[in-house]
């Protein structure tokens, strides 16, 4: 008779992200994942696979959550200048928050394994790319409604944008400081008018 598994899959899923977030997948062993999911080798291996798959349904956790945190940029209930503000302090804010200087886990994950994972780098390009598709709309209908009056291609815009968030979270893992990462938002937010 087979034996039932006596833990909550989401929450030792939320336990192993935890873990590859703070030390990074090369770093997190086997026992580390055991340790801190609270379960055994077998039932590990059993419900997740190897240490790579349970890699990659973490990772895919973690992008799945932070998309919908996301979802403001999609809404046009506020002028678009200001809904991307909001979004880009909230960023910002967020990255200096993190007493532990975690950083992202997407963007750790890239430094990490993107170039030797293809499978990690497909889902980091589908993360990029959905906050990029959101903010190249909203970015076009600021331009439409005329209170963006730069006349840059839009999805140009967003792809800067990304680029600056990411700035921002390498630089807040050194220098977490809100003099150190106003400038780039304050920079980027006035592109907008140029």
Known sequence: MPRTKSFNRTEALDKAMQAFWAHGYEATSIQ??????????????????DKRQLFLEALDQYTHTSLARG??????????????????YAFMNRNLRDAEKR???????????????TDCASK??????SIEEDMTDLISFGQETGEIRSVKDPASLAAFFIGIMQGIRVVAKVNQSEESLRP???????????
């Not at 403001?72 to 503000?85: C, E, G, N």
């Not at 992202?104 to 030797?116: D, H, L, M, P």
């Not at 780039?184 to 140029?194: G, K, P, Q, Y």
């Open 184 to 194: 780039l938002v304050d920079v980027a937010l006035a592109s907008l008018n140029e």
């Open 32 to 49: 580390d994942l055991v340790d801190c999911m609270g379960i055994n080798r077998g039932s590990l291996y059993d419900t997740f696979g």
């Open 124 to 129: 980091i390009r589908f993360y990029f790319a």
């Open 71 to 88: 979802t403001i940029l999609t809404k046009r209930d506020r002028p678009a200048k200001v809904i991307l503000s909001e979004f880009m």
């Open 103 to 117: 950083g992202c886990f997407v963007t750790n994950t890239a430094i990490e394994r993107g170039a030797k994972d």
